[in-house]
């Protein structure tokens, strides 16, 4: 699988597992477990790629120079909000808001 096609395929997946946790009930914890580690592994995929081998490249043209310190501060935040989750019993009453939090944040 080449870079693009990770880069490509990522946020369809993430978006899914998304979708699939947000459809869980607070009494489903071994699912949510099961779908949090997943999600975790493509967030954590998704961030490092990103990292790597785009901003680098971005950072090269001087249009797209400035828009690397903004991504990267999102990166931070997203990471902040993943592993507050990841703390968070899955059965927690909050996870729903929280998971909703992480999910923004990945959009931007």
Request: no cysteine.
């Amino acid at each position: 699988m080449t870079l693009r096609t990770l880069m490509q395929a990522g946020p369809a997946k993430t978006n899914e597992l998304f979708a699939r946790l947000a459809e869980t009930s607070d009494g489903a914890v071994k699912t949510r477990e099961r779908l949090f580690a997943e999600l975790k592994t493509e967030l954590e995929t998704h961030v490092d790629l990103e990292e790597q081998h785009l901003y680098p490249v971005l950072r090269k043209h001087a249009e797209t120079k400035d828009l690397v310190a903004g991504a990267a501060k999102d990166n931070k935040e997203l990471r902040a909000k993943l592993a507050e989750l990841e703390a968070l019993p899955k059965n927690d009453e909050a996870f729903p808001g929280k998971l909703a939090e992480l999910r923004k944040a990945f959009r931007q």
